[in-house]
């Protein structure tokens, strides 16, 4: 059974910053292009920011210059360091892994920036 984990949420100020985690088991993070989604109350989950298996990068462009994407294979982990956060970073946040036919998602982590 594939699961993808999502930690590191929580409350924090606006400017503040936080690191979330997205761990697995079934899936091994190398063979896949993994993807950082949010989805605020109210509105459609859009993506944030892609890692691919090159380590290439790309990113929503409201968090550009402000989060950064980044996986370690060897500890099968996908991180986004999210800094200088503002209230309209304020959602869910959910990892999903995309590759070899399959997209597997996470049940996601609550990023809230109080102003």
């Known amino acids: 059974e594939v699961q993808l984990v999502e930690s590191g949420g929580g409350l924090v100020q606006a400017g503040g910053s936080l690191r979330l985690s997205c761990a697995s088991s079934?899936?091994?993070?190398?063979?896949?292009?993994i993807g950082w989604f949010r989805q605020a109350p109210g509105k459609e989950r859009e993506k944030v920011a892609y890692?691919?298996?090159?380590?290439?990068?790309d990113y929503q462009h409201s968090v550009k210059g402000r989060f950064t994407i980044s996986r370690d294979n060897y500890k099968n982990m996908v991180f986004l360091q999210m800094n200088s956060l503002k209230p309209e970073d304020t959602a869910v946040y959910y990892c999903?892994?995309?590759?070899?036919?399959?997209?597997?998602w996470g049940q996601g982590t609550q990023v809230t920036v109080s102003s």
């Open positions: 079934g899936v091994t993070f190398e063979d896949y292009q």
């Open positions: 999903k892994a995309n590759g070899r036919g399959h997209d597997y």
């Open positions: 890692i691919n298996t090159d380590y290439s990068t």
